[in-house]
Nanobody, 124 residues
Framework: QVQLVESGGGLVQAGGSLRLSCAAS????????MGWFRQVPGKEREFVAA????????YYADSVKGQFTISRDNAKNMVYLQMNSLKPQDTAVYYC?????????????????WGQGTQVTVSS
């Protein structure tokens, strides 16, 4: 079992930055691929970024490439999402996710564990 707790969301002006953090419980954290999804009301959850268990591979949605950076610290059981040059369309609830294996990084149903989400609001 893995429990995920996000933090770092909030209100920011367009062009600003936020860093989301995800604290994971469990001794086997380093064996899980981790990721971030986001969701706005009335829409499906959208893949944002993912990182392999080792941190050696990262994956991004086209909409955030060059803008967001995902990273992990296996010694601290932490995953981060650095978000720069934020836009109003980045407003959403952001979820930290975890899964085993090396396939299907982009599919929400591939992830076994989800955090409770953290709200990010970007004002224009």
């Amino acid at each position: 079992q893995v429990q995920l707790v996000e933090s770092g969301g909030g209100l920011v002006q367009a062009g600003g930055s936020l860093r989301l953090s995800c604290a994971a419980s469990g001794r086997t954290f380093s064996s899980y691929a981790m990721g971030w999804f986001r969701q706005v009301p009335g829409k499906e959850r959208e893949f944002v970024a993912a990182i392999s268990w080792s941190g050696g591979s990262t994956y991004y949605a086209d909409s955030v490439k060059g803008q967001f950076t995902i990273s992990r610290d296996n010694a601290k059981n932490m995953v981060y999402l650095q978000m720069n040059s934020l836009k109003p369309q980045d407003t959403a609830v952001y979820y930290c996710v975890a899964k085993r294996g090396t396939a299907n990084y982009y599919a929400p149903n591939a992830y076994n564990y989800w955090g409770q989400g953290t709200q990010v609001t970007v004002s224009s």
